[in-house]
């Protein structure tokens, strides 16, 4: 088991460009998230999906804003038209639907997004 | 989710045992306590939960007043890698809808001091 994958690992971006980061969550893990982290706050829910329904968005999900999980494995997140405030750390989580599993999740080392 | 209070700051002798509080007042009958660090730019990582009883495993032990209104994160023996922001979490740990976020405050920055 390799962990929650997150590519890239810093992205640096012109103001009004597009970005797509992807997610790859521990295997057999059905339920994946993401959350943004700025500076000096915890991080911050994003989205969440069970297999490839997307179940719950956060107001913070602008239209700008878009998940998918096709197949119910990978994950990306795309921002349009990135603006200075979307600059931070994008964290991508993992976690199993059984009880034993505790309802933990498991977190990628995330995807700092620096807009210029 | 219940609200929670921790101290925005700690230190801690490396080798001497690190007690993180938390507050959580308005906690319901079905809401655990969990706990999370994160390391300087690394993603959050999981340490411990617990419902009444206290917890032990081999990263923690987690201690839960009887009222369940504040408990205290242990590191029985703290070294330089604890230095960490950690954060107390409660949540139901069911399996439904909106439980399944993780709302983080903004923890404790506990620095172990050589």
């Known amino acids: 088991d390799t962990g929650v994958s997150q590519n890239p690992r810093h992205k640096i971006t012109k103001r009004g460009q597009n970005v797509t980061f992807r997610c790859d969550p521990i295997s057999e893990h059905n339920r994946l998230y993401w959350y943004r982290q700025t500076l000096g706050q915890g991080p911050e829910f994003l989205t969440y999906?069970?297999?490839?329904?997307?179940?719950?968005k956060s107001r913070l999900l602008s239209d700008r804003f878009s998940a998918e999980r096709p197949k119910g494995s990978f994950s990306t997140l795309e921002i349009q038209r990135t603006e200075q405030g979307d600059s931070a750390m994008y964290l991508c989580?993992?976690?199993?639907?059984?009880?034993?599993?505790?309802?933990?999740?498991?977190f990628g080392a995330g995807t700092r997004l620096s807009v210029l | 989710d219940a609200k929670t209070t921790q101290p925005t700051s700690m230190d801690c002798a490396e080798g001497r045992a690190a007690n993180l509080p938390c507050n959580h007042s308005?906690?319901?009958?079905?809401?655990?306590v969990y706990w999370y660090r994160q390391i300087h730019s690394q993603g959050p990582q999981y340490i411990i939960h617990?419902?009444?009883n206290n917890e032990t495993n081999e990263m923690a032990s987690l201690i839960i007043t009887e009222d369940r209104k504040s408990s205290t994160l242990i590191l029985p023996h703290a070294t330089l890698r604890d230095t960490a922001v950690y954060y107390c979490?409660?949540?139901?740990?069911?399996?439904?809808?909106?439980?399944?976020?993780?709302?983080f405050g903004t923890g404790t920055l506990l620095a172990v001091q050589p």
């Open positions: 308005t906690i319901s009958g079905n809401e655990y």
């Open positions: 999906f069970q297999n490839e329904a997307q179940l719950e």
């Open positions: 617990g419902l009444k």
């Open positions: 979490i409660v949540r139901v740990r069911g399996d439904g809808g909106a439980t399944n976020k993780l709302i």
């Open positions: 989580a993992s976690s199993l639907t059984q009880p034993l599993a505790k309802n933990i999740q498991y």
